[in-house]
């Protein structure tokens, strides 16, 4: 079942811009992760954050979660044109992985 | 990183008939597999979780005599569509990770996919 639901549906920036993209979910988790699919591909794992975590870093992503608001979001700084994807967050609970809707970046050079 | 492997990366079959899809793990031991539908723009939909050695759990609404699903190996899980029809056609995808059944705090691994069209 589809938890997640991501804002907005796409997203069109120019290189060396910061992209964000948020993602709502429903009931409890153990943890949210995000994940990058490009065109016709299967998915790449970008980040973990677990329930009890606020904030986290890797390279230019920046991963935030509020469980008190059901919400997190992922921010891409200084964004180049081999970020151009669909971007998928996915919420961790039941012993299974539930993806939201997705994020469609473009990156214009 | 862990590779999973999936083939073929496209079919295109007649209906009626049957298409199979092997997604195999090759550097790492995939105690769970789970296989997903993707349709054009949309997210996947989960239509099945595997455990080594042990019968798929379907998610509801997905059919367990038209998607066979075997996981007969710690390396190598296959989808079977059955007696395919031109409404099956989409994008299946399937991922694994290792570790114990039921333990989550983990990321999942994915193969790149198999478009699959009926006609």
């Known amino acids: 079942s589809q938890q997640g639901e991501e804002d907005p549906q796409a997203l069109s920036i120019q290189e060396g811009e910061n992209a964000t993209m948020n993602c709502s979910y429903k009931?409890?988790?153990?943890?949210l992760q995000w994940y990058r699919q490009n065109s016709g591909r299967g998915l790449v794992h970008l980040i973990l954050?677990?329930?009890?975590?606020r904030e986290k870093h890797s390279g230019r992503l920046r991963v935030t979660l509020d469980t008190s608001k059901k919400s997190s979001s992922l921010l891409i700084t200084a964004s180049r044109a081999a970020d151009t994807a669909s971007y998928f967050c996915?919420?961790?609970?039941?012993?299974?992985?539930?993806f939201g809707a997705g994020t469609t970046v473009t990156v214009r050079a | 990183g862990a590779v999973v492997s999936q083939h073929p990366s496209w079919v295109i079959c007649k209906s009626g008939t049957s298409v199979k899809i092997e997604c195999r793990s090759l550097?790492?031991?995939?105690?769970?597999m789970f296989w997903y539908r993707q349709f054009p723009k949309q997210s996947l939909m989960l239509m099945a979780t595997?455990?080594?050695?042990?019968?798929?759990?379907?998610e509801q609404g997905v059919e367990k005599d038209k998607f066979l699903i075997n996981h007969a190996s710690l390396t190598l899980s296959t989808l079977t569509v059955t007696s395919a029809h031109p409404e099956d056609s989409s994008f299946y995808i399937c991922?694994?990770?290792?570790?114990?059944?039921?333990?989550?705090?983990?990321?999942?691994?994915f193969g790149s996919g198999t478009q699959l069209s009926v006609l």
């Open positions: 991922s694994a990770r290792g570790g114990s059944p039921g333990l989550l705090n983990e990321k999942l691994f």
């Open positions: 009931t409890s988790i153990n943890n």
């Open positions: 954050i677990r329930s009890n975590e």
């Open positions: 996915a919420t961790a609970a039941d012993y299974k992985l539930s």
């Open positions: 550097d790492f031991q995939a105690t769970t």
């Open positions: 595997s455990n080594e050695g042990s019968k798929a759990t379907y």
